[in-house]
């Protein structure tokens, strides 16, 4: 009898466990220059712009600096925020962070700073800038 109990018990945690799945879509990659837009399903995304204040290669600097993509997102044309993404050492004295999750109602999505290039730590190149950002959503 005490078999058949754990049994149930059992069975009833994992049928209800089952329930409680998040899906989470694979990361969509985007990549923007400063006043360019993109859409994914139902967020349009815009890269307002980019300030870039990471040690130059060949450089003496009093910090290392970091790199921020500020977003307009607009999920379903009536949701609208600024979302800043940073890069390089100096991000955590700012209080910035590469990722940012954004959530609406039943869906949440994850914005993810990959890089912003060029990279003035690695080239002296002075090529139009763009950001690369991963988008994740999940219910």
Known sequence: MKLYLV????????IACTGSKSVITPPHAISLQVNEKTTYQNVVITLKEIN???C??????????????????????????????????DCE?????????????DQKYLF??????PD?????????QRAYIS?????
């Not at 290669?57 to 500020?70: L, T």
């Not at 004295?93 to 109602?105: D, F, G, H, V």
């Not at 988008?135 to 219910?139: F, N, P, V, W, Y």
């Open 7 to 14: 049994f149930f018990v059992v069975t009833l945690f994992l």
């Open 52 to 54: 870039e204040s990471r």
């Open 56 to 89: 130059p290669m060949n450089a003496r600097c009093i910090r290392a600096g970091e790199a921020v993509a500020v977003l307009n997102v607009v999920i379903d044309g009536k949701t609208e925020r600024n979302v800043q993404l940073c890069t390089g050492p």
């Open 93 to 105: 004295r700012r209080s910035l962070n590469a990722a940012y999750t954004l959530s609406l109602e």
């Open 112 to 117: 993810r700073l990959d890089s912003i290039t």
């Open 120 to 128: 003035p730590t690695k080239t002296l190149e002075k090529p139009i």
């Open 135 to 139: 988008l994740e959503q999940s219910k």
